[in-house]
């Protein structure tokens, strides 16, 4: 430990502030911020889209400096001395820091590199991350051909290879599956167990912070609250619910039903009931809503229940207006059937002649592990890539032979959500009309529609890129729902997205599916999957499994073991599957 730390904590902020100009925008990203992050322990940095999380991070790591207020670090005053605090720590970006057209040894070398370690001391060093990580036999691949979860784990080795007195990780989680998440997890409690180290990770993934000593929660720049993550809980005895509906009734119309009450803060499918978070002094006992063959129960508060009341809730979306769906299908309703669908990349087969099929109305989850062809499946089922066998029929187009004539019948967002980013909001709307044919009257009209629904108006001069993450994905959506398709292709659309932003994109999802129109999703966040009707989880290009969110437990669970949760599924599922 360094000789100038002295108390319990290795790092203190005290009344930090820092600005930016964006333009003409003030952004204001931290404000007087006063906390103390303790030594030997992982401490969560927790906050929404714009918080300041990365910023603080930066902050601390002397990346940046501050406009006021005073950070001290390892020690030492991070505005006088920030190279004595770098090289006592190390940091993980959000983007994992890598080079992709190096390999995974040529990266390794290149932080030791930097970070001065000696050539002595490297092949030990290796070995224990290479076996740690389970990068060992994919040495000599370069960064750029792993999957998410290896990029991830290597990103972590690079930060890792001078073992650090402070580990610095920006939402290392970030668009990875659980099984990736589980494992980064069990790297770094070994190394605070081990060696003392000291973490602060921010992530959007709120079971996470459960996992945490201590928690630093922030909101538009300023520090909410700091304690462990029973401490935010407790606060909230007596206002969780889990409430079960009729035999008739689906979760998703029960969900929508319930976060239409007043008194009702947040409504979240879990399992096959609705979890309810109720307003202060609300009980759901009370509503004359709660009858009407509910079953409600007491639940037992977590982490999230506290940061969504915290910060005041989603609130309703507002209903879709009606409307009539011109999707083909065939047989008994399905409007996407997939039979035989593989895809080969030279000798390399992504997908090995999967089948399932999706219904009109449906919200449907293709899930898997990095690397598991779920990707390769999507870009197929959209017409962005032709398959190398099979059949394949979506809108009632076979793709295979007219695959341009289903598009104006399909709505994409993409990961990375797929805009212009030094186009304004209203110039990516123009575009993204007039790309999906639409012209005159009928462009300005859907243009008026996607300011009025997704609350753009305001942001209608400004570029996509200078927009909040939470914002960028208003406007995907918008674009991609411009011309009203009947089916829509989600493609982990809420990565990186804070919890908040997640409970609007869902509402608005259901709105869309009650009235007709198909969702096909892809996502790494399991309690999302709980949305789906039904899902195949995907492992080396085949499906492992496929059913209701209820079948896939069941089909995941051994012998007298109950599985609760859909993490717990899918890891059991990917786990038990051949390698």
Same mark, same amino acid.
């Given at each position: 430990?360094?000789?100038?730390?002295?108390?319990?904590?290795?790092?203190d902020l005290s009344g930090v502030s820092k600005a930016f100009l964006d333009g003409k925008r003030h952004i204001q990203a931290l404000d007087g911020v006063t906390a103390s992050i303790r030594s030997g322990c992982v401490t969560g940095l927790i906050g929404p889209d714009g918080a300041g999380k990365s910023t603080t991070?930066? @902050?601390?790591?002397?990346?940046?400096?501050?406009?006021?207020?005073?950070?001290?670090?390892?020690?030492?005053?991070?505005?006088?001395?920030?190279?004595?605090?770098?090289?006592?720590?190390?940091?993980?970006?959000?983007?994992? !820091? @890598?080079?992709?057209?190096?390999?995974?040894?040529?990266?390794?070398? @290149?932080?030791?590199?930097?970070?001065?370690?000696?050539?002595?001391?490297?092949?030990?060093?290796?070995?224990? @991350?290479?076996?740690?990580?389970? #990068?060992?036999?994919?040495?000599?691949?370069?960064?750029?051909?792993?999957s998410g979860g290896m990029k991830q784990k290597l990103g972590l080795a690079c930060t890792l290879v001078r073992s650090p007195e402070l580990l610095l990780l920006d939402e290392p989680t970030a668009g990875v599956d659980p099984v990736s998440r589980r494992e980064l997890w069990e790297i770094v409690y070994r190394q605070v167990e081990t060696t003392g180290m000291s973490v602060l990770f921010s992530t959007a993934y709120l079971d996470e912070a459960e996992r945490c000593d201590d928690l630093l929660l922030l909101h538009q720049g300023k520090l909410l609250g700091q304690g462990k993550p029973a401490e935010f809980s407790r606060r909230m005895q007596g206002r969780t619910w889990l409430v079960t509906g009729g035999v008739t009734q689906s979760r998703r119309n029960l969900q929508q039903q319930l976060v239409q009450q007043d008194s009702v803060l947040d409504a979240l499918i879990q399992g096959e009931q609705v979890r309810l978070v109720m307003h202060e002094g609300k009980s759901p006992e009370q509503e004359?809503?709660?009858?009407?063959?509910?079953?409600?129960?007491?639940a037992e508060p977590r982490f999230e229940d506290a940061f969504v009341a915290m910060l005041g809730g989603v609130g309703a979306i507002p209903p879709e207006k009606a409307r009539d769906s011109n999707a083909a299908a065939v047989g008994d309703g399905r409007v996407i059937e997939v039979s035989g669908l593989s895809r080969s990349f030279g000798e390399f087969q992504a997908v090995r002649g999967i089948d399932f099929h999706v219904g009109r109305g449906e919200v449907f989850g293709l899930l898997g592990a990095n690397g598991a062809g779920k990707s390769t499946t999507f870009r197929m089922l959209c017409g962005l890539l032709p398959a190398s066998g099979g059949h394949l029929q979506v809108a009632g187009v076979n793709l295979?032979?007219?695959?341009?004539?289903?598009?104006?019948?399909? !709505?994409?967002?993409?990961?990375?959500?797929?805009?212009?980013g030094t186009l304004s909001v209203l110039e990516n709307l123009r575009f993204f009309g007039s790309a999906y044919g639409l012209t005159g009257r009928r462009r300005s009209e859907r243009i008026e529609w996607a300011f009025d629904r997704f609350d753009l108006r305001e942001e209608a001069d400004t570029t996509s890129n200078d927009l909040? #993450?939470?914002?960028?994905?208003r406007l995907a959506m918008a674009a991609a729902l411009l011309h009203e398709p009947d089916i829509l292709f989600l493609d982990e659309p809420t990565s990186g997205v804070d919890p908040l932003a997640r409970r609007e994109f869902w509402q608005r999802i259901n709105t869309l599916a009650e009235l007709g129109v198909t969702v096909l999703v892809t996502t790494h966040f399991m309690e999302e999957a709980e949305y789906c009707d039904r899902l195949v989880i995907?492992?080396?290009?085949?499906?492992?499994?496929?059913?209701?969110?209820?079948?896939?437990?069941?089909?995941?669970?051994s012998k007298g073991q109950a599985i609760v949760t859909m993490e717990d599924a899918f890891i059991a599922l990917i786990q038990r599957a051949p390698a």
């Open positions: 430990m360094s000789e100038g730390i002295t108390t319990d904590y290795i790092a991070m930066r @902050l601390i790591a002397g990346l940046l400096r501050a406009d006021a207020g005073s950070l001290n670090v390892l020690g030492h005053d991070v505005a006088t001395d920030p190279l004595r605090v770098q090289q006592q720590m190390s940091y993980m970006p959000q983007r994992f !820091g @890598l080079y992709e057209d190096l390999s995974v040894q040529e990266n390794l070398d @290149l932080y030791a590199d930097l970070q001065h370690v000696p050539h002595s001391e490297r092949p030990d060093r290796y070995g224990e @991350l290479m076996h740690m990580t389970g #990068l060992a036999p994919f040495t000599g691949r370069l960064a750029g051909r792993l004359s809503w709660s009858g009407g063959g509910m079953q409600v129960e007491p295979r032979e007219a695959p341009s004539s289903a598009r104006n019948r399909i !709505g994409y967002m993409s990961q990375k959500f797929s805009l212009y909040s #993450l939470g914002y960028r994905q995907m492992s080396e290009g085949s499906i492992l499994a496929s059913g209701t969110p209820h079948e896939i437990k069941q089909a995941a669970a």
